[in-house]
């Protein structure tokens, strides 16, 4: 059915993208890192996603579904307040998105023909039946800690169970996630021509792939009882704010007082948007700070809106995070990335997944105050912290520290560095 070999002078990448634009985003970065390597590479993932792809110079293989709107919308609060309850999320699976994931899994097979490796997104479940079918190499790759990369060190963060050891949270965690989609994945890859796979022997394989982690040593250090082969790279940041032709209205209110402070959640929906929008407008009021909303407040128009604050559909992070007197977000791995580069002190409100993770870093990191979960925000709380990130000068002394570390870091040229070794020694064991 396939065939490959990496005997090309220019290898043929197949990167599988999906997720969120958090997700999605630095992976363009890095695949733009490894066309200029001499690479070619075939970019795979949802057509909300296209203008991003096409804009980085990068050929654009569209996949079923929209991953944004998904997060954005029930089927994302309901996965990810129910990911703790195994019978829940199996449920929700199957009847909502079994549908999704079969066409999905077709779809990559078309994009993966004649690749000499290929790299993806590990909740997928993708990579390793499409490698192991045309033979060749498969690298997992992520801005986070996936969960199966267990650790004494810190506890999994998609582990919604209750306080538990750090060790007992990856082992009831990992689990689940191979077995949200097993039947789907079980009937596609006999259509590939390939065995079935115990449970056990799929995350065996999994761990034993070569690791991408897209984030910075200087935010979460490596552990040191990880694999080898999992690698923390540096971030993967895409330059976005070149080509920005910022509004005239944005340009006015940014010169009209003092810097504002950014706040928006990105995919991560609201249960009730209006009343989230009126606890920070009371926030910023009491606190006494100008802000920009960002996008997801549910179609308030400027007019709803007092003078000092204002509403930005949408604006590149490396443009305007380093114009914020602070930053508030949802604490997904690329908006955390891109306010510590920016050097903002930074209040994360997570609302589920990985995000609860970071919000403990930069606090223990000194860059900002305590994470306020999404559940247990008031104009009370969320008042207090705001007062706190801009007027303690320690928090943007520590974050100024931070964005100098990361900006040290070259995350896309290690990753780069790495995928050529790799693939230089997969070449000489086939030969």
Known sequence: ??????????????????????????????????????????????????????????????????????????????????????????????????????????ECVAACQDADAIFYWPPSLVGPSLAEALGVPCFAVATYPLPHCRTRAFANPWHNGGSTTNERTWAHGEPLWGRLFRDEVTAWRRTLGLRELSPAAERRRLRRLPHLLGFSSAVLPRPDDWPADMHVTGYWFLDLASTFTPPPALLAFLAAGPPPVAIGFGSMAARDPGAMTEMVIAALRRAGRRGILLTGWGGLSQADLPDDVFKLDAAPHDWLFPRAAAVVHHGGAGTTAAALRAGAPVLTVPFGFDQHLWGRQVHRLGAGVAPIPQAELTADRLTAALSALTADARYRSRAAALAAAIRAEDGTGTAAALVDRYLGGFKRRRR
């Open 1 to 106: 059915m396939f065939g490959s070999t990496i005997s090309r002078s220019h290898p043929r990448l197949a990167i599988i993208a999906t997720g969120s634009r958090g997700d999605v985003q630095p992976q363009v970065a890095l695949a733009q890192r490894l066309q200029s390597s001499g690479y070619q590479v075939r970019f795979a993932t949802h057509q909300s996603f296209a203008p991003l792809v096409r804009a980085g110079g990068l050929e654009l293989v569209p996949l079923a579904g929209d991953s944004e709107k998904f997060f954005a919308g029930r089927g994302g609060v309901v996965l990810r307040e129910r990911l703790g309850e195994p019978g829940a999320a199996l449920d929700f699976a199957e009847r909502f998105l079994g549908p999704f994931i079969r066409r999905f899994l077709a």
